[in-house]
């Protein structure tokens, strides 16, 4: 999938937007601006059938949950960046104390994830699911960004890369996003 392709066509609409978007969050009011952005169309398909059985297939995960580690990793901005810097990606290792994790989103009500953090951190569920057989097996570690990111560009051009490095480096055949 590459949708490099649709950027130039994106970005202008995208510059016009933050401008209409900046009097509404000025005044705190992000639905609204929210509620006139220009969404982002790529031009391939996200998903992909997997080549051999998901008890043989290594799986690696990311979620949008703005997680950090407390003490050990610097917490995330909870306001989106509307400029072209890259997110940045926090690592979360399978066998982290969930204790010391905390949210730094500040875009989705956290009541739930407090409750459960499998809704959006499944790691217990998908231990449980290797143990079973019905996964092959898992990344040892997490990959953890904010998932409000309104500018693709970075997230196309320096993200997603980055993303899919890690995950060849830690052999991983398959990717599930986890969005919050």
């Not at 995330?76 to 949210?103: E, G, H, M, Q, Y």
């Amino acid at each position: 999938m590459n949708d490099r392709s649709a950027l130039p066509a994106w970005q202008p609409k995208f510059s016009d937007w933050v401008e209409a978007a900046k009097p509404f969050m000025a005044k705190g009011k992000a639905k609204e601006a929210f509620g006139i952005y220009p969404w982002f169309s790529g031009k391939g398909d996200p998903f992909a059938r997997l080549s051999k059985p998901a008890s043989e297939t290594r799986f690696g995960l990311i979620t949008t949950g703005g997680y950090s580690i407390e003490g050990e990793q610097e917490p995330f901005s909870p306001f989106p960046s509307f400029d072209a810097t890259p997110p940045r990606i926090n690592t979360i290792p399978l066998d982290v104390d969930r204790t010391k994790l905390r949210i730094d989103h500040a875009g989705y009500d956290h009541r739930f994830a407090e409750e459960d953090i499998n809704c959006n951190l499944p790691l217990d569920r998908l231990l449980e699911m290797q143990e079973a057989g019905e996964i092959g097996s898992i990344a040892p570690d997490t990959q953890v960004v904010m998932g409000l990111q309104p500018n693709v560009t970075p997230l196309i051009e320096a993200l997603i890369p980055e993303l899919v490095a890690r995950f060849k480096s830690d052999s991983v055949e398959a990717a599930l996003l986890v969005p919050s």
